[in-house]
T-cell receptor, first 112, second 113 residues
Framework: QKEVEQDPGPLSVPEGAIVSLNCTYS??????FMWYRQYSRKGPELLMY????GNKEDGRFTAQVDKSSKYISLFIRDSQPSDSATYLC????????????FGSGTRLQVQP | EPEVTQTPSHQVTQMGQEVILRCVPI?????FYWYRQILGQKVEFLVS????????KSEIFDDQFSVERPDGSNFTLKIRSTKLEDSAMYFC???????????FGQGTRLTVV
């Protein structure tokens, strides 16, 4: 079983739709969770950073963490064509190996 | 807004040659990282660096790789004898503490021919 699983997509939605992106993980040592956006051939750009279970909102983005189910989500409201990119979830342990473990990324396309 | 900068943006090198990839982390950050992304694959951790020494490294980071902070601002990744399979995007990242978010540079695309 992979440590972090993420549906690669592609996910195609019309402009204005609510987008839901998800990752599951197997290692309960992961305690810090991040979502990055990556445009083609560019570096990952941090969108959200969360530690505790629950929701965190920032503008049109909401990150949700459910540690009991080992499941994290990113919701994008009122999606725009400029949101078209690959979305990467990333996780980090709180002790020992602190390197980020990434999901494979979900490619999102928002149609105008 | 502070950012991590990487140079060059694209490097082409012949197999067996040494390459040095350069990064300038965010100025008040103390933890530095290198990741790589082979085309079409996930981002993979290579090495983390703090207080002038390697904190941790992955199995990818073998004896062909080394990192250095030669001065107060630069952070470099050296590949001693490049192989075809080293072709990838290499990302530098930095964070203020090990518990806070890591910010990534735009990457250096390394092509080994």
């Amino acid at each position: 079983q992979k440590e972090v699983e993420q549906d690669p997509g592609p996910l195609s939605v019309p402009e204005g739709a609510i987008v839901s992106l998800n990752c599951t993980y197997s290692n309960s040592a992961f305690q810090y969770f991040m979502w990055y956006r990556q445009y083609s051939r560019k570096g990952p750009e941090l969108l959200m950073y969360t530690y505790s279970s629950g929701n965190k909102e920032d503008g049109r983005f909401t990150a949700q963490v459910d540690k009991s189910s080992k499941y994290i989500s990113l919701f994008i409201r009122d999606s725009q064509p400029s949101d078209s990119a690959t979305y990467l979830c990333a996780m980090m342990r709180d002790t020992g190996r602190r390197a980020l473990t990434f999901g494979s990324g979900t490619r999102l396309q928002v149609q105008p | 807004e502070p950012e991590v900068t990487q140079t060059p943006s694209h490097q082409v090198t012949q197999m067996g040659q040494e390459v040095i990839l350069r990064c300038v982390p965010i100025s008040n950050h103390l933890y530095f990282y290198w990741y790589r992304q082979i085309l079409g694959q996930k981002v993979e951790f290579l090495v983390s660096f703090y207080n002038n020494e390697i904190s941790e490294k992955s199995e990818i980071f073998d004896d062909q790789f080394s990192v250095e902070r030669p001065d107060g601002s630069n952070f470099t990744l050296k590949i001693r004898s490049t192989k075809l399979e080293d072709s990838a995007m290499y990302f530098c990242a930095s964070s203020a503490t090990p518990d806070t978010e890591a910010f990534f540079g735009q990457g250096t695309r390394l092509t080994v021919v």
